[in-house]
């Protein structure tokens, strides 16, 4: 970003917050939410998934995604191999409809 829009932007945030106008929103004194995993995909998906996410419409393959984050969590926490056998069952399955799932957005988005 050049200096003068940099200061710009800077002014209007002072101006704002003078004028009250950043007072009362939604999410205001709590922590910002953990967008870590939107920084191995590109600027216009992640803005496009947080829009859907925002809207309650994720794509199947971002349901996909929480669900093997919990059977991994799962995983480590079994502590027999039965438990451990069975969680690494669920977290095949699910990288394969994950994958699927990926793979079909790739041919639409194209």
């Known amino acids: 970003m050049s200096q ?6 800077e002014r ?3 101006k704002a917050l003078a004028e009250g106008k950043l007072q009362g929103l ?6 910002l939410p953990d ?4 920084a191995l995909t590109d ?8 829009i859907m996410a925002e809207a309650g419409a994720l794509p199947e393959e971002f349901k996909i995604k929480k669900l093997l984050d919990a059977a991994r969590e799962n995983y480590r ?3 027999h191999e ?4 069975v969680a690494m069952a669920l977290i095949a399955d699910l ?3 994950y994958n699927i799932a990926v793979e079909a957005r790739r041919r639409f988005m194209s």
């Open 35 to 38: 967008r870590s995993g939107e």
């Open 12 to 14: 209007q945030i002072q």
């Open 4 to 9: 003068s829009l940099g200061r710009l932007v």
């Open 77 to 79: 926490n079994a502590e």
């Open 43 to 50: 600027m216009a998906t992640a803005v496009a998934a947080r």
């Open 95 to 97: 990288e394969q409809r």
């Open 82 to 85: 039965d438990e451990k056998r």
């Open 26 to 31: 939604a999410g205001e004194g709590k922590p």
